[in-house]
C-alpha cells in the first residue's frame, strides 16, 4: 500500500516522490496506521522495491485482503501520477469508511467522481460484482482497469482470454465494446477492441497501445476505435478450431456432433452462413458454430423462400437450447443490461445482407432463398 495515516490522524502518501533520504527521517520520527483497519504498518524503503507501507507480521487488514504485487503498487502509483499531472483532483488509496472500500485512486473529472480499480490479480465475479455495485450506490463511477500481464496474446490479433478478462468490458460513449488493461513496464494503456469470440476462450480482436504520456483522461474514457475486421482471418482461424476441436471432443461438443449426425450433417461441411461473426458474440459462451447451427436446426431448416420468420419464434427456440444447456449465456459484469439474443438478431441481419432473408418487419423476415448444405470443400 502506497498510503498510511500517522499517529495525528493525517494521510501520508507515497504518490508524491520523495527522496530516501527525507523518508528515512520521516520514518525514524513517525508511527503510521492503515486506514482502514487501524493496525500499525512500517515504512519499507528498499532498494530494489517500490517504497510502500506493509502491515506488520501477524496483523490482519479487514480490508486490504489482497496481497499486493510490485507490479500492482508501480501502475497504480503511474496511474495516480498520470492524472495529477493533467491537473485532476486524485486521491491515492482513498478509504471510504461508508462502504469499507479502498479504490486505488479517486478522482473528479467534469462533475463526476470516480473510483480506478487497477486489478491485477484475479478476484471471484462475486467480490467483482459486489464492489461495482457499492460504487454506483454511492455516487462514483466505477472505472476498472486491468493489468496487461493477464492480456494473453496467442499470435497477430488472436488472444486468448479468460472468465477474470470478460470482468473488464465496458462501453465506450460511441457504444463500442473494449477491454481496458495497463503495462507498468511498459507504460502504456492497451485496449483491445473489436472483439470476436470463435470459441470459449479464444478471440480475434484489435489491440491499441497508448503511451501514458501522449494519453489524456479524455482519451482513455472515449477512445478513438478503428473498428478493422478481417473475414479471412476468421475464416482460418475458425477452420483450425474446429479441426483441434473435433479431435479432442468434450461432452458438451459429443452432445452437438450427435445432434448434427442425427440431421444427416457434417461438422466440415456445414454451410458457410453458419459460423459468422457477430459483435455481440461475446455474450454467448458456446462458440458461434454451435448456436448458429442451432438456429439453422430449429427455424431456418424446415423454412421455404417466402416463408415468414418472426423473432419471437426464434428467442422461444433459442431459450429452450439455454434451458437444456446446450448454448451457455457468458456473464459480463459490467454489462447486466446487455442480452445474448442481441447477437442473434446480428446474425439475422447478417443473413439479410447475404440475400437469405428479407426483413419485413421490426421484428419479422421472409425466406428468400434456402441454405445450401455443400457436399463437397470445393463446393463449401
Given at each position: 500500500?502506497?498510503?498510511?495515516?500517522?499517529?495525528?490522524?493525517?494521510?501520508?502518501?507515497?504518490?508524491?516522490?520523495?527522496?530516501?533520504?527525507?523518508?528515512?527521517?520521516?520514518?525514524?520520527?513517525?508511527?503510521?496506521?492503515?486506514?482502514?483497519?487501524?493496525?500499525?504498518?512500517?515504512?519499507?524503503?528498499?532498494?530494489?522495491?517500490?517504497?510502500?507501507?506493509?502491515?506488520?507480521?501477524?496483523?490482519?487488514?479487514?480490508?486490504?485482503?489482497?496481497?499486493?504485487?510490485?507490479?500492482?503498487?508501480?501502475?497504480?502509483?503511474?496511474?495516480?501520477?498520470?492524472?495529477?499531472?493533467?491537473?485532476?483532483?486524485?486521491?491515492?488509496?482513498?478509504?471510504?469508511?461508508?462502504?469499507?472500500?479502498?479504490?486505488?485512486?479517486?478522482?473528479?473529472?467534469?462533475?463526476?467522481?470516480?473510483?480506478?480499480?487497477?486489478?491485477?490479480?484475479?478476484?471471484?465475479?462475486?467480490?467483482?460484482?459486489?464492489?461495482?455495485?457499492?460504487?454506483?450506490?454511492?455516487?462514483?463511477?466505477?472505472?476498472?482497469?486491468?493489468?496487461?500481464?493477464?492480456?494473453?496474446?496467442?499470435?497477430?490479433?488472436?488472444?486468448?482470454?479468460?472468465?477474470?478478462?470478460?470482468?473488464?468490458?465496458?462501453?465506450?460513449?460511441?457504444?463500442?465494446?473494449?477491454?481496458?488493461?495497463?503495462?507498468?513496464?511498459?507504460?502504456?494503456?492497451?485496449?483491445?477492441?473489436?472483439?470476436?469470440?470463435?470459441?470459449?476462450?479464444?478471440?480475434?480482436?484489435?489491440?491499441?497501445?497508448?503511451?501514458?504520456?501522449?494519453?489524456?483522461i479524455e482519451e482513455f474514457l472515449a477512445p478513438n476505435i478503428i473498428n478493422h475486421f478481417s473475414f479471412a482471418k476468421w475464416s482460418m482461424e475458425?477452420?483450425?478450431?474446429?479441426?483441434?476441436?473435433?479431435?479432442?471432443?468434450?461432452?458438451?461438443?459429443?452432445?452437438?456432433?450427435?445432434?448434427?449426425?442425427?440431421?444427416?450433417?457434417?461438422?466440415?461441411?456445414?454451410?458457410?452462413?453458419?459460423?459468422?461473426?457477430?459483435?455481440?458474440?461475446?455474450?454467448?459462451?458456446?462458440?458461434?458454430?454451435?448456436?448458429?447451427?442451432?438456429?439453422?436446426?430449429?427455424?431456418?431448416?424446415?423454412?421455404?423462400?417466402?416463408?415468414?420468420?418472426?423473432?419471437?419464434?426464434?428467442?422461444?427456440?433459442?431459450?429452450?437450447?439455454?434451458?437444456?444447456?446446450?448454448?451457455?449465456?457468458?456473464?459480463?459484469?459490467?454489462?447486466?443490461?446487455?442480452?445474448?439474443?442481441?447477437?442473434?438478431?446480428?446474425?439475422?441481419?447478417?443473413?439479410?445482407?447475404?440475400?437469405?432473408?428479407?426483413?419485413?418487419?421490426?421484428?419479422?423476415?421472409?425466406?428468400?432463398?434456402?441454405?445450401?448444405?455443400?457436399?463437397?470443400?470445393?463446393?463449401?
Amino acid at each position: 500500500m502506497l498510503t498510511a495515516q500517522t499517529k495525528s490522524g493525517t494521510i501520508f502518501s507515497l504518490g508524491t516522490e520523495y527522496k530516501k533520504d527525507t523518508l528515512l527521517i520521516i520514518r525514524d520520527n513517525e508511527e503510521f496506521f492503515c486506514p482502514a483497519c487501524g493496525e500499525r504498518v512500517s515504512l519499507k524503503l528498499g532498494n530494489q522495491r517500490i517504497y510502500h507501507f506493509a502491515h506488520l507480521s501477524g496483523t490482519v487488514c479487514r480490508d486490504f485482503y489482497e496481497g499486493e504485487t510490485f507490479y500492482h503498487m508501480k501502475g497504480k502509483l503511474q496511474l495516480y501520477q498520470w492524472l495529477e499531472r493533467q491537473g485532476i483532483p486524485v486521491a491515492l488509496e482513498y478509504y471510504d469508511s461508508i462502504i469499507k472500500q479502498r479504490p486505488d485512486i479517486v478522482f473528479q473529472y467534469n462533475g463526476n467522481k470516480y473510483a480506478l480499480e487497477y486489478q491485477c490479480s484475479p478476484i471471484s465475479e462475486e467480490i467483482f460484482i459486489k464492489r461495482t455495485a457499492a460504487y454506483y450506490e454511492h455516487n462514483y463511477i466505477p472505472l476498472w482497469i486491468m493489468g496487461s500481464k493477464h492480456l494473453k496474446a496467442k499470435r497477430s490479433n488472436v488472444f486468448s482470454l479468460s472468465n477474470f478478462n470478460y470482468f473488464f468490458f465496458r462501453k465506450t460513449k460511441d457504444n463500442h465494446l473494449i477491454l481496458p488493461s495497463y503495462c507498468p513496464e511498459e507504460k502504456q494503456f492497451k485496449i483491445l477492441s473489436s472483439v470476436y469470440p470463435y470459441s470459449i476462450k479464444n478471440t480475434i480482436a484489435n489491440i491499441s497501445h497508448h503511451s501514458i504520456y501522449k494519453t489524456g483522461i479524455e482519451e482513455f474514457l472515449a477512445p478513438n476505435i478503428i473498428n478493422h475486421f478481417s473475414f479471412a482471418k476468421w475464416s482460418m482461424e475458425t477452420e483450425k478450431f474446429t479441426l483441434n476441436w473435433s479431435l479432442h471432443p468434450s461432452p458438451d461438443l459429443n452432445r452437438f456432433l450427435c445432434e448434427i449426425y442425427r440431421q444427416s450433417l457434417n461438422l466440415y461441411l456445414l454451410p458457410p452462413e453458419i459460423g459468422l461473426p457477430v459483435s455481440h458474440s461475446l455474450f454467448i459462451q458456446t462458440p458461434s458454430i454451435i448456436w448458429q447451427t442451432y438456429l439453422y436446426l430449429d427455424v431456418l431448416q424446415d423454412k421455404t423462400p417466402k416463408d415468414l420468420i418472426d423473432l419471437r419464434e426464434v428467442e422461444r427456440h433459442y431459450n429452450k437450447r439455454i434451458i437444456k444447456k446446450e448454448i451457455i449465456n457468458r456473464n459480463v459484469p459490467q454489462l447486466p443490461s446487455e442480452r445474448s439474443f442481441n447477437a442473434v438478431k446480428e446474425y439475422f441481419h447478417q443473413l439479410e445482407r447475404l440475400g437469405i432473408l428479407l426483413k419485413k418487419s421490426e421484428t419479422g423476415f421472409q425466406l428468400q432463398t434456402k441454405i445450401f448444405i455443400p457436399k463437397s470443400n470445393r463446393e463449401k
